[in-house]
């Protein structure tokens, strides 16, 4: 694994070591196929990413395998690594509230002057009052349904479909866009997306309660799945154009190096997808997933505590605001599983837009300072040891998929369709499971698909 000269031509050329294409080049070499694997960054795991340099090793990226995780559990089984139970290491109560500025606890919330929740909801918290009315929509029965083109219908905006279900602009902006898991705004996400966000919990919770992560770190996993083909994997190549000419592709690289390819396996993200040149061109619908699909955007902060502030005030250690500090999660990241080693605040949406405007020694300044305004316990005892913003980094430009409205019905599965002998898996391939699991269930959509061709 390394620099090492490229070899002229490869049976398969897998670009991107994530999850997704560290599984397909396995499964592909066990099966006896020549494969080698460029990978633009210096390390493998894509977004997959333990901070080793803060207290308990919290994740960047990829957080918790869910109990129906076959895929991704056996992977890191049969790799011998060791897996740590975590729903238990999460907070049993609600986190603080702070809206406007003003910190309350979840049963003031209720009452709040600045609680715009109709009468109906107003008890809950935004996050799970937008999914008590997402519950009441059925299910389809097949699990790539949501994106199936006769379930056309749930396709629309989630804004639509919230304001039909009587909720105000002040309810949406508050329940949807603020702290967002799905997208920035409401008018520009799916209803398709949040149903398949909802079958795939649904179906993950039936496997069980229990949700996992690699001890030590979730970036152990691929690490270990590098090692079983470390020979094959370059990293530092980043891949810029891919050319069909008869039997062989062309890939060439940033560096101007170029190797030969029998297949090619691209795993990128559709965000940095647009960095590379197809010819000929990807189909229509292929490249108006590439040009136009939202994704997510995430900007972390994580802080260590020299001492526990939240004993001395007395209040929840997680926080739901809609400032800049977005939603606070503290991590239980060492041998004991009550203990808390660190604090992620999660900017999404538009936070993390905003965070990312921000030069990123201002917006950790700005960050600390809302930190203990709200929570004048905290002050002089936090410090910032780690900050990533997925969008500016250019091998992601982002997260996870997001279909806009009109979308979801016709180009997620355009977006795994074969270009030739050019083949697409990664997360937001996967019709069926989503995040790590849906890597790994699209690695192997597209193995089988140049095994049996
Ligand atoms: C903050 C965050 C939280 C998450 N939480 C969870 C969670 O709790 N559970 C869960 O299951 N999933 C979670 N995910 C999602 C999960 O990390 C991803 O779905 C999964 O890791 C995607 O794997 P992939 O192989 O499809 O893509 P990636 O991991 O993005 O792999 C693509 C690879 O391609 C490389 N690349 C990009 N451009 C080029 C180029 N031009 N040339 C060469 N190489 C290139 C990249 O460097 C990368 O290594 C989370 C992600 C993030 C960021």
């Known amino acids: 694994m390394g620099r ?36 633009g960054r210096e390390r493998v795991g894509g977004r997959v990413l333990t901070l080793d340099q803060v207290t308990g090793n919290p994740e960047a990226g990829a957080n918790t395998m869910l ?38 606890t979840a049963q ?74 799905q997208g920035s705004n409401a008018a520009n996400v799916s209803l398709a997306n949040w149903v398949f966000v909802r079958s795939f919990f649904a179906a993950q919770r039936a496997s069980g309660p229990d949700e996992w992560a690699v001890k030590g770190g979730n970036s152990r996993l691929p690490e270990a799945m590098a090692r079983t083909i470390a020979d094959r994997i370059h990293l530092g190549r980043t891949v810029s154009a891919i050319s069909q000419r008869g039997r062989d592709s062309e890939v ?5 190096e170029r190797v030969l390819a029998g297949h090619v396996v691209c795993t990128l993200p559709l965000a940095p997808l647009r960095r590379v040149a197809f010819d000929p061109p990807l189909p229509a619908a292929h490249a108006e997933a590439v040009a136009q699909a939202p994704n997510m955007k995430i900007t972390q902060t994580h802080f260590e505590a020299e001492s526990p502030f939240w004993e001395e005030d007395g209040l929840p250690p997680d926080m739901w605001t809609d400032g800049l500090l977005g ?54 005892k936090l410090r910032v040891a780690g900050f990533k913003s997925w969008q500016a980094d250019p091998f992601a430009a982002g997260d996870w998929t997001v279909w806009a409205p009109g979308q979801a019905h016709r180009l997620p599965r355009a977006s795994g369709l074969a270009h030739g ?15 790590m699991e849906g890597a790994m269930e699209s690695a192997e959509r597209v193995a089988l698909e140049i095994l049996t061709a």
């Not at 089984?77 to 609600?94: M, T």
């Not at 083949?423 to 996967?430: L, R």
């Open 4 to 39: 090492a000269r490229l070899p002229e031509r490869a049976e398969v050329v897998v670009i991107g070591a994530g999850l997704s294409g560290l599984r397909c080049a396995m499964l592909l070499a066990d099966n006896g196929l020549d494969v080698l694997v460029l990978e």
């Open 67 to 104: 109990a129906g995780y076959g895929r991704t559990l056996d992977a890191a089984r049969s790799l011998g690594l060791d897996l740590v139970e975590c729903s238990r290491r999460r907070s049993k109560g609600d986190p603080l509230i702070a809206i406007g500025g003003e910190a309350m």
């Open 108 to 181: 003031a919330w209720a009452t709040s002057p600045r609680n715009p929740l109709a009468a109906q909801r107003r008890a809950l918290l935004p996050g799970p009052a937008l999914r008590a009315e997402l519950a009441k929509v059925p299910l389809p029965e097949a699990p790539d349904g949501w994106c199936a083109p006769e379930h056309a219908a749930l396709d629309v905006a989630m804004r639509d479909f919230l304001a039909e279900r009587g909720f105000s602009e002040a309810e949406i902006a508050l329940c949807h866009d603020t702290n967002p898991s």
């Open 252 to 256: 060439r690289l940033a560096s101007g």
């Open 327 to 380: 939603n606070v999660q503290v991590n239980r990241g060492g041998e004991d599983p009550c203990a808390i080693t660190s604090l992620t605040a999660w900017g999404r949406g538009n936070t993390a837009l905003a965070l990312d405007r921000l030069a990123p020694a201002q917006a950790q300044a700005q960050l600390l300072a809302e930190f203990e305004r709200l929570r004048p316990a905290a002050r002089g």
């Open 421 to 435: 002998r050019v083949h697409f898996c990664g997360e937001h391939t996967a019709l069926a499971d989503r995040g």
